[in-house]
């Protein structure tokens, strides 16, 4: 755990009433931006309790592949417009599902960095083009036609500086697609899922909303845009009742109603 306490990540006030106290922890709300976050979290949050991952991996290799994953997949491929080649980056690759969604694609060029050793084990099981560590420009030349960061801002110290080094490494008229948890789901009003998922200060030490995002992104001059029911993608064997939960959900957030994980992405002008 830092022994000194962080400032507001996206407006840098330090100033703040606490929200709640889990363990040692403190989950505060900024009193300059409202942003809410973790003020003294350990200092690496992405590898908490990852011992079993390799065992529940081979438990889930016959998963069927998570909606939103599907959803940047084809959001993704409509941007190619028909492109021999189209660069794809991917900042913390997980466990690779996504990425072995995308290395399918023969037009797409995949390349992934993920921090955390058991996951990028994992990654390279999967084949994929993974370097191990976290993020850094210097150690990706080129610039990419959509960069990816699939549940991952909620974990890191600074997220506005991670979103400028990802711009910068971004082609003019690239995408940044972004998926984080939300501060407003709707879900935390059930005591079980709330338990689990929502406050988790051991490793998620960010609470995003929507209109923090678009915040950062009109910062660093890029629009931002909720998944839209054109980039919709069905997995077979779908139950019709989820169908339509995931339904509403993407016409909900097309209206700025975010009522469960927030799924945007940001064009650079």
Not at 14 to 36: A, E, H, L, P
Request: glycine share 4%.
């Amino acid at each position: 755990m830092n022994k000194k306490n962080r400032i507001c990540p996206l407006c840098e006030s330090d100033t703040y009433k606490v929200v709640k106290r889990i363990n040692k922890f403190k989950i505060v709300q900024c009193r300059g931006c409202c942003f809410v976050y973790v003020v003294n979290p350990f200092s690496i949050t992405y590898n908490y309790n990852e011992c079993n991952e390799l065992q529940d991996e081979s438990v889930k290799k016959n998963a069927h592949p998570r909606y939103r994953h599907l959803q940047m997949v084809k959001l993704i491929t409509q941007k190619c417009n028909g492109r021999k080649e189209y660069s794809v980056l991917e900042i913390g690759s997980g466990k690779g599902e996504l990425g072995h969604l995308l290395s399918k694609e023969p037009n797409i060029m995949y390349q992934g960095f993920e921090p955390s050793h058991i996951r990028y084990t994992l990654c390279k099981k999967k084949n994929l083009s993974v370097t191990y560590g976290q993020f850094e420009p210097s150690k990706y030349t080129n610039k990419a036609d959509a960069i990816i960061m699939d549940n991952v801002l909620e974990h890191v110290m600074e997220p506005t500086q991670l979103i400028k080094e990802t711009i910068d490494s971004l082609n003019k008229g690239g995408i940044l697609i972004i998926a984080v948890p939300n501060v407003h789901d709707v879900r935390r009003f059930f005591p079980k899922w709330r338990k689990r998922h929502y406050y988790q200060p051991h490793c998620h030490i960010n609470y995003f909303k929507t209109q923090d995002l678009k915040k950062m992104f009109r910062r660093h001059n890029l629009s931002f845009h909720p998944f839209a029911l054109s980039s919709f993608s069905l997995k077979a064997g779908t139950p019709f009742l989820k169908i339509m939960l995931y339904l509403c959900k993407i016409m909900l957030d097309s209206l700025n109603i975010s009522c469960s994980g927030i799924y945007c992405y940001g064009i650079k002008k």
